[in-house]
């Protein structure tokens, strides 16, 4: 099992332009978490999908940022037009859904975006 | 609003000595407390949640109430805890985590 796995592992891209991060999650596992660390700030939570609907989307910073997750599967974050305090590290976590105690969210290595 | 604040950003230590990093949360119902650990290189990944109450690693984190508190402890540091370490919290299930600033542990030879 791969685990959580997120592409790409760094993107570096110029003001105004238009980035898509990808997050695949651990197989069976309908949450899907993304959050974002930004340089000396906590992780914050972005949005949850439960399996393909937004389950919360409280934590997008605004509508530049844009969320899917096809058919429950994968997830994409897009970030159009990208602006310099977008640049961070974006994580993407998985867990099982279930209902009562807390199930643990597996996260993914992280994606590093710099915008210039 | 949930907070959970790590008042350290940087914790070094010797080989062999106790070790705590502090965490404080909040208070809001019946949180759900948590210590995830990032070492160089490696994806976040649980280290201990309050519910378990178990040892993992050598480390124990105890639920203080009063005090709003969750410290993780460690008798005797090993130079492979040195890594970063984040207290969350969540409100239970399948909530979102509310993660604390981290605190870096770094453990001297």
């Known amino acids: 099992e791969a685990g959580v796995t997120q592409f790409p592992s760094h993107s570096v891209i110029e003001k105004g332009q238009t980035v898509t991060l990808r997050c695949d999650p651990i197989s069976g596992h309908d949450n899907l978490y993304w959050y974002r660390r930004v340089m000396g700030k906590e992780i914050k939570f972005l949005l949850h999908f439960v399996k393909e609907s937004k389950q919360d989307e409280s934590g997008m910073p605004n509508n530049r940022f844009l969320a899917e997750r096809t058919g429950g599967t994968y997830s994409t974050l897009k970030v159009q037009p990208a602006e310099l305090e977008d640049s961070g590290v974006y994580f993407c976590?998985?867990?099982?859904?279930?209902?009562?105690?807390?199930?643990?969210?597996?996260f993914g290595p992280g994606t590093r975006l710099t915008v210039l | 609003a949930q907070r959970v604040t790590q008042p350290e950003k940087l914790l070094s230590v010797f080989k062999g000595a106790p070790v705590e990093l502090k965490c404080n949360y909040s208070?809001?119902?019946?949180?759900?407390l948590f210590w995830y650990v990032q070492y160089s290189r490696q994806r976040l990944q649980l280290l201990l949640r309050h519910i378990s109450r178990e040892s993992i690693k050598g480390f124990t984190a105890d639920l203080n109430k009063g005090e709003t508190s969750f410290h993780l402890k460690k008798p005797f540091a090993q130079e492979e805890d040195s890594a970063m370490y984040y207290c969350?919290?969540?409100?239970?299930?399948?909530?979102?985590?509310?993660f604390g600033k981290g605190t870096r542990l770094s453990v001297i030879a």
């Open positions: 976590a998985s867990s099982q859904l279930g209902a009562g105690s807390y199930n643990e969210q597996f």
């Open positions: 969350a919290r969540s409100s239970s299930g399948n909530t979102p985590l509310v």
């Open positions: 208070y809001s119902g019946s949180p759900e």
